[in-house]
């Protein structure tokens, strides 16, 4: 079973990609990730490691804060 998280992060990092008008072989290019990598994030099918996701978001043009700043809203911390 996928995780929701996972789904997530990939369907914001497709949602930013296409915002930008490039392709998954240019954002893998600009984050130095290979190509199918980057596809299998946006499918939700990898459990991306923090250091590529900080190469995906600044190859998107964001900090790690604001690409995760949608997720901030919506979740919530149980103790």
Sequence with gaps: M???LRRDVG???RLLR???GIS???LAARADLHRNFVG???RGERNIGLDSLARLA????????EFF???TRSMHVRR
């Design 69 to 71: 700043s949608p997720f």
């Design 40 to 42: 299998s994030i946006e």
């Design 24 to 26: 998954q072989e240019e």
């Design 2 to 4: 996928r995780s929701n």
């Design 11 to 13: 369907a914001r990092v």
């Design 58 to 65: 600044a190859a998107l043009g964001l900090s790690l804060a």
């Design 18 to 20: 296409r915002e930008l």
